[in-house]
């Protein structure tokens, strides 16, 4: 079974710092990665998502990420982290067999942090 | 704004009511699926449909259930309401059943008393 694993409950970064959000995955086959934003009493904003091809990949609001095939990760970057960017980030993998069925499967979130 | 819209915003009501939350997925979109997001489960899909017909299940209580109609809207029913279906709703829409990203709504707060 497809699953994600978020190791940090809370992560807290400088403003101006680089920022890192951490993300496990563990699937058969291909994995369709995504990271998504919920910001207080909002949804969840789509800001980027690993299909295939480059293992860097850039997304909303100067986010980006990577993905390690080798480690299976695809952790969440920005080089220069805002007080704005406080809010909660998840990583999802989607779930396969491809055309039966297309939910996401959640980690347990990661609140992040900054300060000016 | 993603396009999803989902009403109402909030919901309060009593232990053993039924309630009714509707989504309206964005314009073309033929998949629809739903989440239910609280503290102790995190966010936990709960069913899936995909033009009218019902494609996926996953942890959706016998209480619940959904439908979508001709004109592509949702509706999650949540029957025998009990406190620990406390949580926020959310609908999500994609358009297809492809590997792309979903979008969300804003979510519906459902809150038993």
């Known amino acids: 079974a497809q699953s994600v694993a978020q190791p940090e409950d809370q992560v807290n970064v400088a403003e101006g710092n680089p920022l890192t959000v951490k993300c496990t995955y563990s699937?058969?086959?291909?994995?369709?990665l995504f990271w998504y934003v919920q910001y207080p009493n909002r949804g969840l904003q789509f800001l980027l998502k690993?299909?295939?091809?480059?293992?860097l990949v850039k997304g909303s609001y100067g986010f980006e990420a990577e993905f390690n095939k080798s480690q299976t990760s695809f952790h969440l970057k920005k080089p220069s982290a805002l007080v704005s960017d406080s809010a909660l980030y998840f990583c999802?993998?989607?779930?396969?067999?491809?055309?039966?069925?297309?939910?996401?499967?959640f980690g347990q979130g990661t609140e992040l942090s900054v300060k000016p | 704004d993603s396009g999803v819209t989902q009403t109402p915003k909030h919901l309060i009501t009593a232990t053993g009511q039924r309630v009714t939350l509707r989504c309206s997925p964005r314009?073309?979109?033929?998949?629809v699926y739903w989440y239910q997001q609280s503290l102790d489960q995190g966010l936990q899909f709960l069913i899936q449909?995909?033009?009218?017909?019902?494609?996926a299940k996953g942890n959706i209580l016998e209480r619940f259930s959904a439908q979508q109609f001709p004109d592509l809207h949702s509706e999650l029913n949540l029957s025998s309401l009990e406190l620990g279906d406390s949580a926020l709703y959310f609908c999500?829409?994609?358009?297809?059943?492809?590997?792309?990203?979903?979008?969300f709504g804003p979510g519906t707060r459902l809150t038993v008393l």
């Open positions: 999802a993998v989607r779930d396969i067999p491809y055309n039966q069925g297309g939910k996401l499967i």
């Open positions: 999500a829409s994609s358009p297809s059943e492809g590997a792309g990203e979903q979008f």
């Open positions: 314009s073309g979109d033929l998949s």
């Open positions: 449909y995909y033009n009218g017909e019902e494609r």
């Open positions: 690993y299909i295939t091809g480059d293992n």
């Open positions: 699937v058969s086959g291909n994995p369709y």
